[in-house]
């Protein structure tokens, strides 16, 4: 009765303890065919029998439709495979104890075995009668013949199922060929794994397990920790689980039941589903030895042929997509230790407050050409914030040229000119062959008669924002509206404004103020609206409202801020 294919065919079946039309018709057909008070449908589960057709069953189990197997004769047609004919089943050695005679009271019983395309006995349809009755040969015939189509009827729906869930799993490869393709990180692969497999014949539970030297390491959802997953987080290869068996010997392990698992495997293994109520699970070992994919069940699985082959491709992407998400994270490792090496370390100057921010495009290398830089000079602090034009490593190695060139200009300038030492840099772009372009707000920033003044000089740049504690928000527009790379255009300028105690300087890139449908002057204001309301806030808390909003959507261009406060006028 707990044969796994026999309970997999009812649940297909998809029939239980309601009324169904069809089933009922067959019940009122045997009642009217034998002449009998009661006729079912009995479909027998685990631990009960349901009755999708019935008629003439009275009180509490006809409300219910089901009875525990104390009650039922039709476990005696499933165990033996063959029909029960009994004139009175008080007088019958195997069913005179039976609880149905007294409470249902099934003295006479003609029970047929209902089965499937398999063989497989899925319950009895049955006649009744609440006296002693000799059934006839033709009594009989008309109910064998009932049964056949019965049993016809119920294969139809079995057939009808397979069909759809075969439609199922290619519309899953579909999903499965979109989804894990889109996959970020290995977090992210497996959050997407789960969330492909939902619904009540789908697993209850997808698990990847990556090779990692001698064994196997857990990857876990942290939005979606299973409490073995914690216990278990890792598994020699030699370690008595299903899993570690599939990588062992490169071959899809199957363990149908519970049963099978504790004769196949360890106790840890068995406590281990056991704890997640876990009773059947498929592991299949990725392409190119990268790991293992497990599903599991919480009741005993049949695993069609057609399954079986989706869930093998399916773990045929998911080694795709493993491969593809660690070639990326070990290029965004390199490009991000690349990045780091060029930006800068803030230096302390008293009576200034500093801070940065670099996010990345969030495509391609997630490293780019947005930079930001600030250096002392022994009379000044220089500053600058720039843009070559794209978001990939060599936009980032350009950048570091750039910005190299850019501080031996200012230490050759006796005046520390930022206009000049941008000059310089047109003119060095027009011979070396970098090939872009590129803007930059280069600046000066000293102390005159214990005031703060900043000399800047814009090159096509986004103009700085300036919050002053008497004014609000000013943006420095002077700039002269060239791009790097121009010199022979009119000469650069720079332009001079006083910072008085509570100042916080902005510079940034336009990744800052550039967003979807929405015009840059626009995001220009909401960022100067930003720094009003936060410019008394601690840098870090300011640069968070400023970033606030970035990270929801996915970003085209690279984000570069330097924020510089004046103390305050103690005085």
Avoid at 535 to 553: F, H, I, N
Wanted: aromatic letters at 4%; proline letters at 8%.
């Amino acid at each position: 009765m707990r044969n796994p294919g026999r309970l997999e065919a009812l649940r297909l079946a998809g029939l239980t303890a309601a009324a169904d039309p069809g089933m009922d018709r067959f019940a009122r057909l045997v009642t009217r065919v034998l002449r009998v008070p009661v006729s079912l449908v009995s479909l027998l589960e685990v631990d009960r029998q349901v009755f999708p057709g019935m008629v003439g069953l009275s009180g509490p189990w006809a409300a219910r439709r089901e009875t525990p197997l104390s009650h039922s004769f039709c476990q005696h047609v499933v165990a033996d495979g063959e029909p029960l004919i009994l004139s009175d089943t008080r007088t019958h050695p195997r069913t005179c104890a039976s609880l149905a005679i007294p409470d249902l009271r099934v003295i006479a019983y003609a029970g047929m075995p209902l089965t499937d395309a398999d063989g497989h006995v899925l319950g009895s349809l049955c006649a009744i009668d609440h006296r002693p009755r000799e059934w006839t040969a033709d009594e009989l015939h008309d109910l064998e013949d009932l049964t056949a189509a019965c049993s016809m009827e119920l294969r139809l729906r079995i057939a009808t199922e397979l069909i759809q869930r075969d439609r199922d799993h290619a519309a899953l490869l579909l999903r499965a060929s979109v989804e894990l393709a889109h996959a970020r990180d290995l977090t992210d692969l497996t959050r997407r794994l789960r969330h492909l497999f939902q619904g009540p014949a789908e697993p209850a539970f997808v698990g990847l397990l990556l090779a990692d030297g001698p064994g196997l390491w857990r990857v876990i959802d942290p939005d979606d920790v299973w409490p073995v997953e914690s216990a278990i987080d890792r598994l020699d290869r030699d370690a008595p689980f299903p899993s570690a068996q599939a990588m062992r010997e490169q071959r899809t392990v199957f363990v149908p039941d519970r049963p099978s698992l504790l004769r196949g495997f360890g106790p840890e293994a068995v406590a281990g589903y056991d704890s997640l109520g876990l009773e059947s699970v498929l592991c299949v070992p990725l392409p190119n030895r990268h790991g293992v994919l497990t599903w599991c069940w919480s009741r005993p699985h049949v695993l069609a042929p057609t399954e079986e082959a989706v869930l093998t491709t399916v773990a045929g992407y998911v080694s795709q997509a493993v491969e593809r998400t660690r070639f990326v994270a070990n290029r965004l490792s390199t490009a991000e230790q690349l990045q780091a090496a060029m930006l800068t370390e803030l230096p302390e100057v008293p009576g200034l407050d500093m801070a940065a921010l670099y996010l990345p495009a969030a495509d391609q290398d997630m490293v780019g050409g947005d930079w930001y830089d600030a250096y002392p000079l022994p009379t000044a602090l220089m500053l600058s914030i720039g843009d070559v034009i794209g978001h990939d490593v060599r936009a980032a190695t350009v950048m570091g040229q750039i910005r190299s060139m850019l501080r031996q200009a200012s230490l050759d300038d006796p005046a520390h000119s930022p206009a000049a030492a941008l000059h310089a840099i047109d003119q060095a772009i027009d011979v070396l062959p970098l090939g872009v372009g590129a803007t930059a707000v280069h600046a000066r920033l000293e102390r005159d008669a214990g005031r703060w003044r900043l000399t800047w000089s814009n090159a096509g740049h986004p103009p700085p924002l300036l919050h002053t504690p008497d004014s609000g928000v000013t943006p420095l527009s002077d700039h002269d509206l060239l791009l790097l790379g121009t010199s022979d255009d009119p000469s650069r300028h720079d332009h001079t404004h006083d910072l008085p105690p509570g100042s916080v300087l902005l510079l940034y890139t336009d990744g800052l103020v550039e967003r979807r449908d929405e015009d840059i002057d626009a995001g220009t204001a909401h960022t100067a609206a930003v720094l009003a309301r936060h410019a008394d806030k601690p840098l870090p808390l300011l640069l968070e409202a400023l970033s606030t909003g970035l990270a929801e959507v996915p970003r085209r261009d690279d984000v570069a801020v330097l924020v510089i406060r004046v103390a305050p006028d103690e005085r």
